[in-house]
């Protein structure tokens, strides 16, 4: 499928070796920024569940929101460079709601690992967290950030 440009009225076409670039340079960027906040999410999983006593859910959920703070700042400020609102409450409003829907996946798949598969809560994080990673980039990528000019 093509897609016309308004100044040359000639079809170009949707997949260009510079989109593919900006598509994975993003990837890479939201990889490292998801590093970091994969990070604060874990250490506050273990510190609420080993050094606090909390429920794995319960604490999978306060490590999760944290690492959405920051995700986001890094997001705004390192990853992605052009953006589709001007308003930054409508952009956080969709981090927020990418984040919610990626909160229930993360809550379903820790309960399905931990409580049904029985996988000690350190593994069914790390294989929670990849797909979870996928989901995020690719629906706040494509619906809070703009496609490439390219």
């Not at 949707?14 to 994975?24: C, G, K, Q």
């Not at 340079?25 to 874990?42: G, K, P």
């Not at 953006?83 to 981090?95: D, V």
């Amino acid at each position: 499928m093509s897609v016309t440009s308004a100044r040359e009225g000639a079809p170009t076409p949707r997949f260009t070796p510079a989109r593919l670039m900006r598509f994975l340079r993003d990837m890479v960027r939201y990889a490292a920024a998801s590093l970091f906040a994969l990070a604060l999410d874990y250490a506050v999983l273990l510190t609420l569940t080993k050094g606090l006593g909390v429920g794995y859910l319960q604490a999978a959920a306060a490590g999760f929101l944290s690492g959405l703070g920051l995700i986001y700042l890094l997001s705004i400020r390192y990853v992605f460079e052009g953006r589709r609102s001007r308003a930054p409450s409508t952009e956080m409003l969709g981090f927020l709601v990418t984040g919610v829907v990626g909160l229930t996946l993360t809550e379903a798949l820790m309960g399905l690992f931990v409580g049904q598969f029985c996988l000690p809560v350190p593994l069914a994080k790390a294989a929670t967290a990849g797909f979870v990673f996928m989901f995020n980039f690719l629906t706040r990528r494509g619906l809070l950030f703009k496609a490439a000019n390219a």
